[in-house]
């Protein structure tokens, strides 16, 4: 008697209850979902976190490969890296990380319901409605243009009535592994970007959550379903809009983009995808031509204050690398003098200023230099 009791009162509150009625309703516990609620803001969307009782825990993965991480997940790395004087790391402690997410909430004011248990899934036949959840106090009621759930076990597609199917692969030594797989969603409005349960990495998980909101936004302006949504259309984000704010976006050069980059003299390609950045790296002895080089090229114009970087691919030893970069036709020499202590990543060549849209050049050559060469990838940063 008393559950029919708490069952009626717990129906008569929702109902006198008024929903919220936002753009974007993100659920989940994990980075993922905290920075596609970021990404809805920071775009201009009202946007609802809601935040279940129990975290996500997402593995990092071992094995990152610098040029497959993009977008805000670039972004995060960096801001972890800040904070311990690094241009980036991919690695980090639990309160590091928890600071540079409170970061980006308290630049994108994203709204946050903590510590919720789902009640109901309301949707008809084309799309998900509303969803009612509670903190243990009360009854909380929330209507969405669109809805993802960032969570690993798909807790919003579950108890909207999905039915997940198990499956067993071989894990090669002998036993098995068995977890859900992700099933195809018939609403016009509902994403599960990152359920794939032990299978996601974190920097998946939030390349994952990006693209489904950018999938979000898009649906909403041409009024269409997220499956309609063009590839293109999600690239072009990540090329000219990635970090969602409007802000201009990084100028990478790799080795292997022949418009951008020009080679002088005996440089061999190293295939390395793990130390490498991309496919690998141009390589040279200082003493087999002195007028070899390699100029990297931005072929596009700068305007502003822009910080360069030279990538490391691999630890060379002691070993001096020559470089000349030119502000249209100004230039500035550097020598970057390495050691064999230093990891790879990327290195700072200096902060410059182009008081007028020009080209930028960064030239790698071996006079005057020590040891082995490499040429391997440039980056330009805007500074805001």
Known sequence: MRLIFILLLTVHYCFGQKAQQVD?????????????????????????????????????SKQL???????????????????????DVFEAAAGVKKQVIEAYQKQS??????????QEVQQNESQLLQVSV????????????QFIDCSVHADLLTKAGYQMTS?????????????????????????APIFMLSQVFESDAILASQTAVIRSLDAMQKGISVANVKEDDIQRYYSFNPLMDGSRPDLLIDDSNKS????????????????????????????????????FNSRTPLKGVYQAYYFLPTSMGNTTVQLEVYVGRTKFPVALKLTQEMKTGWLPLGTYTFSDPVTADVLVYTKNAKGLIVADAVLWVHQK
């Open 260 to 295: 951008m980059v020009e080679v002088i003299g005996p440089w061999k390609k190293v295939a390395d995808k793990v130390n490498g950045y991309g496919e690998g790296y141009l390589s040279t002895f200082s003493n087999d031509d002195l007028g070899a080089r390699v100029r």
């Open 134 to 145: 509670s903190d243990g106090k009360g009854i909380r009621i929330v209507k969405a243009k």
């Open 109 to 118: 004011e994203f709204l946050v319901w903590e510590g919720m248990q789902l």
């Open 167 to 191: 499956l067993v692969e071989d894990d090669g030594m002998g036993g098995s592994t068995k977890h859900l797989q992700k099933p195809a969603i018939k609403w016009t409005n509902t994403q």
């Open 65 to 87: 490969v610098r040029h497959e991480v993009k977008g805000l997940a670039w972004d995060f790395y960096r801001k972890l890296g800040q904070k311990t004087g690094q241009f």
């Open 24 to 60: 974007v309703v993100i659920y989940g516990a994990n980075v993922g979902a905290q920075l596609a609620a970021h990404a809805a803001k920071i775009a201009g969307k009202k946007t609802l976190l809601i935040v279940p009782q129990s975290a996500d825990e997402l593995p990092i």
